[in-house]
């Protein structure tokens, strides 16, 4: 039973770490290659579509952590577990405070209602998710370690 716990962990955590990845590296770079409307209106629909997914993801993530860590107290490995779990509420942390309240206003702009400022905007979102992305990855990259 702790096997297929460590194994879902590191799957589900593995799944939101390739979304976030791909928003960064692959989705972002579309959208704001497209022509100004096209990709401001993408922006939009992909803050109210991964908003409404990604904080039960994050904190399922986080929960599945915790059980692992708290059930494998004993097992080598929890030190890492434990670590990852930090970087975890690190990220969460960053959502809460860096990421959201951009994300917040993103999703209600339209061509007509934006702020002049809108690309700084989603420019400081996008830095504060490639750190946000860098930690989940190292999360990610100790629990795989832990299975060893």
């Not at 930090?86 to 206003?105: F, K």
């Not at 209600?108 to 209602?113: G, L, M, R, S, V």
């Amino acid at each position: 039973m702790f096997n297929a716990l460590e194994v879902v962990t590191v799957v589900i955590l593995g799944v939101m770490v390739g979304v976030e990845f791909s928003v960064a590296f692959v989705m972002n770079p579309i959208l704001n290659a497209l022509p100004e409307d096209s990709g401001q209106l993408g922006h939009a629909h992909g803050g109210r579509m991964l908003g409404a997914v990604m904080p039960v993801w994050y904190i399922g993530s986080l929960v599945l952590v915790t059980v692992w860590a708290i059930a494998g107290w004993h097992h080598p490995g929890t030190g890492l577990v434990v670590t990852a779990g930090a970087l975890l509420i690190l990220s969460v942390i960053m959502s809460l405070l860096l990421l959201v309240p951009i994300n917040n206003r993103n999703m209600t702009w339209t061509p007509d209602n934006r702020p002049a400022d809108w690309k700084r905007q989603m420019n400081r979102w996008e830095r504060f998710h490639y750190l946000r992305v860098a930690v989940i990855i190292a999360a990610f990259a100790l629990l795989v370690a832990a299975l060893t």
